[in-house]
């Protein structure tokens, strides 16, 4: 790459790194969004279940603790659509009501992010979107994925009661949406639940669910994976009973040989890409994956047990020093001379623009003036992320302080998790409000996109800044759970549930500040290493 061109370069790179998730949607591989990986409770290194998801698109990013409520016999439950980008939770500019249905006489507290994703029992819910053949699709269903992931919530205290009570509701109502997988865990396992519409003629869908095996981890990464379903194995098995009935109607399936919901449903060649291939071979190498098989395993069982620090690490996860490091080619020559300024070698250095999440106009002209051919593939982790959370369930510990979302806004890769507590009654102020739509400082995401977006300009002199600091609040987090969770279950056993509410939510306060002032700083620092040009 010629030198000369890189003051260029990088003012281009700049511009298009703070463009919109909205336009990257011209983007090949944008429509492969969302991942969530499933750790079962003997294959984390602590016992936790584990369930989690990127919610990656322009959606929104404001989320609150939704609290728990008594219903009286007459009360209905609104079903709404059009909540995954509102502004804040009072925004209904754009919100349609598309049905009513009958309330429960009591709801439990929950999280309300985009996709709603864990209750005060330790239930929680990960989600990504498939799509699957356009000819399944009944708009006309009363629910969308993110509402049935809100009752479920909202109503259940274990991971099989939502699996059946989505079933039953899909089958009465009606499900409008896209083929969209859904992973529900509680603090005992984890399921992965895949739905589709059951075409525009009826009111209803297909659904399948499969049980990961406690010492299992699996993935779905946008693509449908439930293979071979046995209905005689309820422990790890269930499905609607029309599945076989609508894939041959549609044409999706001949009757022929053995029945594979992926097959039939996922309008996919295979039922994995890169992502699941990365996960399960990092896992578990031994088993000697490879990207030229037909199907990989549904979940694997990983040669060592998953902590959550390797979790964390996953989410960021660019495949770099692999073979599928998208920086590789995205090289200049430097050229080596001793004291006399004789030339006396020269290195190939890594563009220090090179990072995994350039846009397409930026790896045109890189590729263009560098005559090399970089390949791209869809990372974990991506710049156009809204939020990730990861999400540990615990058996041994009380709901309240057991069940912990390690959340995080904008790029999984470059920002910190904020642990959020299934107890908490409230959230910073500043969480409430979403900051897709535009730049505002007092919406939470900008706390941490402003530095990001600099730190990705030039990732090759900041990549190691904003790890550290990530993995500073990371290893700051995992020294104080003991304390704050000690002092969280001695709170509960004198009966103070409210002031065992406070505390927590105070924690989170008190941590996601600590972040905002430290990513300020970065922003500062970067900056400063960059105010007279890149």
């Not at 989600?127 to 509402?147: A, R, S």
Request: net charge negative; hydrophobic share 35%; glycine share 8%.
């Amino acid at each position: 790459m010629n030198m000369r061109f890189l003051p260029l370069i990088i003012a281009a790179f700049l511009a298009s790194n703070f463009i919109s998730a909205q336009t990257q949607k011209s983007d090949p591989w944008f429509g492969e969004s969302c991942t969530s990986i499933m750790v079962g409770k003997k294959a984390s290194a602590d016992g936790s279940v584990i369930t989690s998801h990127t919610c990656d698109g322009n959606y929104r990013t404001w989320l609150r603790m939704e609290p728990a409520k008594d219903h009286n016999d007459t009360t209905f439950h609104e079903v709404f659509k059009g909540t995954l980008h509102t502004e804040t939770p009072w925004d209904m500019r754009n919100v349609k009501l598309a049905g009513k249905i009958p309330q429960v006489k009591h709801t439990y507290a929950y999280l309300n992010t985009a996709y709603p994703s864990l209750n005060e029992k330790q239930l929680a819910i990960g989600e990504t979107t498939f799509v699957g053949p356009d000819t399944l699709v009944n708009k006309n269903g009363m629910f969308l994925i993110e509402e049935l992931q809100r009752i479920a919530l909202q109503r259940c205290d274990n991971a099989r009661g939502a699996v059946k009570l989505i079933g039953e509701l899909i089958k009465e109502y009606g499900y409008g949406d896209w083929g969209e997988c859904i992973t529900i865990a509680d603090k005992y396992e984890v399921w992965q639940m895949e739905i589709l519409g059951e075409g525009p003629a009826r009111i209803g869908g297909v659904w399948a669910a499969q049980r990961i095996p406690d010492d299992h981890v699996g993935i779905s990464a946008n693509i449908s994976r439930i293979g071979v379903i046995d209905r005689n194995n309820p422990d790890f098995f269930m499905a609607s009973d029309n599945i076989e009935a609508v894939a041959k109607e549609f044409g999706l399936w001949d009757g022929e040989g053995i029945f594979k919901f992926w097959k039939a449903y996922g309008d996919q060649e295979k039922p994995f890409k890169i992502r699941e291939f990365f996960v399960l071979s990092s896992l578990a190498p031994a088993l000697k994956l490879t990207m030229d098989m037909d199907e990989l395993p549904f979940s694997v069982k990983p040669e060592q047990k998953i902590t959550m620090e390797k979790m964390m690490g996953l989410y960021r996860a660019t495949y770099e020093g692999t073979e599928f490091d998208m920086t590789q080619n995205v090289k200049y020559i430097k050229k080596k001379y001793d004291d006399n300024r004789k030339e006396i070698g020269q290195d190939t250095i890594i563009s220090p623009v090179a990072n995994p999440w350039l846009t397409t106009d930026m790896r045109n002209t890189l590729n263009f003036l560098s005559e090399g051919t970089i390949e791209f593939q869809r990372t974990v982790s991506v710049s156009w992320c809204s939020y990730s959370f990861i999400t540990q369930l615990r058996d041994w510990l009380p709901d309240a302080v057991g069940g912990i979302s390690w959340f995080s806004f904008d790029n999984p890769g470059e920002s910190p998790r904020i642990p959020i507590f299934a107890g908490v009654n409230s959230l910073p102020e500043s969480f409430e409000l979403c900051g897709q739509k535009g730049y505002r400082e007092d919406a939470a995401i900008w706390n941490y996109r402003r530095a990001n977006k600099l730190a990705t300009v030039s990732w090759g002199k900041t990549k190691h800044v904003m790890l550290e600091n990530v993995k500073e609040f990371e290893h700051k987090a995992f020294d104080e759970m003991p304390l704050i969770e000690n002092k969280a279950i001695m709170l509960l056993k004198e009966g103070k549930d409210e002031e065992t509410s406070k505390y927590l939510s105070q924690y989170t306060s008190n941590f996601s500040g600590t972040t905002v002032q430290r990513w300020k700083e970065l922003e500062h620092r970067f900056w400063g290493m960059f105010g007279r040009g890149f």
